[in-house]
């Protein structure tokens, strides 16, 4: 071992500058190597020993000498505790400082998640929606429209036909009134028979084309086609087609209004129509800016969620490689402080070496020599 040479060096050293020591002297001073050889300063106090015994100082100056390490050791030791101390403060921060990144970071990352978890996706779809429902709207809306138009523009050929249909009924139940009257003669001719038949005959087919309800008159009619000279039945018959008239002309003006109501109801209804398109086609142009800016709101705030993501990445570098950077000096401190505390407790056994040591007046005198 080192302070195993260390101490035969001493010795030999002890031998060369003349130590006249007993054997009891030596086996003290044995001994006393021996427990500086334990320690980390053992090889400092052998070479202590012998530059004193070089020089021929007293041995008590040794002693003065290790309190003086002692004195700089309890410095050292103190000085690194206290950068230590200052060191640990100063990371300490640097941590308060990455953990406010981290939970900073993390804060924003859980609003971005909510906000488009719970507002910007939601809205997102339900503007889709909208736009998908009031493009149906229009479409079926105008389908409607089409239907309706349709309908009305069938409503009114009706209404015109029958128009065309109760006029030329009413003219020739006037006709027929006219030469059926004529045939009130005591002796009608054979050319007003005639055409008294014929235009029977012709505005029954104009009653049949109207209604069923004039049935009990054709058939009246009928039987006046096949003889005129009953002027009792003749009267009957052009009363009743007197009264046919008004029907008719009461119908005239009930299918007017009627066809003035239906009017005003597919007018209305085309309006409403219109009005829903108008209003559908609004919607879509607000909904789709909406959807423009919340697709840019989106945008925004995923990529703000994954520069923070990034951000909350590096933080946890920066823990990891801080925590690694402290872990080091951590351990070098304590290393450190592990050596100084040996050192120091080196340093006091060979104080306590020194302070206990008794050499024999022989020794000391050939060691003060």
Not at 294 to 307: K, S, V
Request: net charge negative; with cysteine.
């Amino acid at each position: 071992m080192k302070f195993t040479a260390l101490f035969i060096i001493a010795l030999t050293a002890t031998c060369a500058l003349g130590f006249k020591a007993s054997s009891k002297a030596t086996m003290q001073l044995g001994s006393a190597m021996k427990v500086l050889e334990s320690t980390g300063w053992g090889q400092v106090a052998i070479a202590f020993v012998e530059l004193q015994t070089e020089l021929g100082g007293p041995l008590d100056e040794l002693g003065q000498a290790f309190k003086s390490l002692l004195s700089d050791l309890n410095f050292k030791i103190s000085t690194e505790a206290r950068d230590y101390a200052e060191q640990l403060a100063e990371h300490k921060e640097i941590e308060r400082e990455i953990n406010g990144r981290i939970k900073a970071a993390n804060m924003d990352i859980g609003i971005a998640t909510h906000k488009l978890d719970n507002w910007l996706y939601p809205h997102k779809a339900e503007l889709e929606q909208a736009i998908i429902n009031d493009n149906a709207l229009i479409v079926t809306t105008k389908a409607n429209m089409e239907i309706a138009t349709a309908e009305r523009a069938a409503e009114q050929a009706w209404y015109e036909e029958q128009i065309i249909e109760h006029n030329l009924a009413l003219e020739a139940l006037d006709d027929c009134l006219v030469l059926l009257n004529d045939l009130k003669n005591p002796s009608p001719t054979l050319v007003q028979v005639t055409k008294a038949r014929n235009s029977v005959k012709k505005t029954m087919r104009m009653l049949k084309s109207l209604n069923s309800k004039y049935a009990p008159l054709m058939q009246a009619l009928i039987k006046l086609a096949q003889n005129f000279a009953d002027q009792g039945i003749l009267d009957k018959i052009m009363n009743k087609m007197v009264e046919v008239q008004e029907n008719l002309r009461d119908s005239l003006i009930t299918m007017a209004n009627d066809n003035d109501a239906q009017l005003s109801t597919f007018n209305t209804y085309m309006a409403v129509c219109a009005n829903t398109i108008l209003e559908a086609e609004h919607r879509i142009v607000i909904n789709t800016e909406d959807l423009l800016n919340t697709d840019n709101t989106i945008a925004e705030t995923e990529q703000f969620r994954t520069n923070r993501e990034a951000d909350l990445a590096t933080a946890h570098l920066d823990f990891e490689t801080e925590t690694g950077r402290w872990d080091k000096i951590t351990t070098i401190h304590l290393d450190l402080m592990a050596q100084l505390n040996d050192e120091l407790g080196a340093v006091n056994d060979c104080i306590d070496v020194f302070t206990s040591f008794s050499a024999s007046p022989e020794l000391m005198g050939s060691m003060n020599q």
